[in-house]
């Protein structure tokens, strides 16, 4: 069997798997690929050109229209057609465009090409829902990081409160939770879920910071078992 260098980091939203693989990125000094980044980007300028999400065919003639770049620059995560957005792919809208354009056929399937060329034979992070089973299923270590619903709406919370936005109903976050991760689980194209071959990690009971020297070392491992050089 051959495998790809990458390492596959999926899972639900609120698991902490991007903390995790940003920071095992930087630890073993190598690219990390967000690839919700370029779900973001497409659905947020989609929608600044008012394309509309239902009509397949208009949504084709956007992507064949664009040129998304990623890490095009130091300072730019994502561009579409020179435009940086790494900014604006974070408000709180975005999320909603997002999963709405990543229910598209033609959509997944732009962007399945465009991870793949990005990582062309690099060792990386990428990170994702659906790296291990459906972009890279060779890829040489696969983890499916998750924590329970109660920990992620928790999670979440915090995060605003610590932005100052705390005025929201922890059930409520719990339900949105809930929601999304129908929505990434039940789609008819490359939905959310564990490949057979990826390690689970539940994040609910430990500190992020064990999570990421457990997986550091499950990697380098893993790398000098099928002779990868990190
Ligand atoms: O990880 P995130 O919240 O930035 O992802 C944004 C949206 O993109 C989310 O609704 C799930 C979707 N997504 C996807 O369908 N496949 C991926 N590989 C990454 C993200």
């Known amino acids: 069997m051959s495998y790809s260098s990458v390492i596959a980091i999926d899972g639900p939203s609120g698991s902490g798997k991007s903390t995790v693989a940003k920071s095992l990125a930087t630890e073993l000094g ?20 008012g394309i509309d999400l239902t009509d397949e065919s208009a949504v084709e003639s956007f992507l064949s229209s664009i040129k998304l770049e990623y890490q095009s620059s130091k300072d730019s995560l994502i561009s579409i057609d020179g435009e940086d957005l790494s900014g604006k792919i974070r408000e709180h809208h975005v999320s909603k465009l997002a999963s709405i354009i990543s229910q598209i056929p033609c959509v997944r399937t732009y962007l399945l090409e465009f991870q793949r060329n990005l990582a062309n034979s690099k060792v990386c992070v990428m990170e994702g829902r659906d790296i ?3 972009v890279f299923p060779s890829a040489f ?5 998750t924590a329970s ?6 999670r979440r919370f915090d995060q605003l409160v610590e932005k100052g936005q705390g005025d929201v109903d922890l059930e409520q976050l719990r339900k949105d939770v809930k929601k999304r991760d129908d929505k990434d ?13 990826a390690e689970l990690v539940d994040t609910s009971e430990m500190e992020l910071d064990s999570v990421i020297s457990y997986l550091k070392n499950k990697v380098s491992n893993r790398a000098s078992e099928i002779g990868i050089s990190l």
Do not use: H, S, W
């Open 141 to 145: 270590c696969k983890f499916f990081v």
């Open 149 to 154: 619903i109660e920990v992620r709406a928790q």
């Open 185 to 197: 689980m039940g789609r008819e194209v490359a939905p959310l879920k564990c490949a057979d071959d």
């Open 30 to 49: 190598i690219l990390y690929i967000d690839t919700g980044a370029m779900f973001r980007a497409l659905g947020y300028m989609a929608n600044e050109r």
């Open 132 to 134: 291990g089973t459906v």
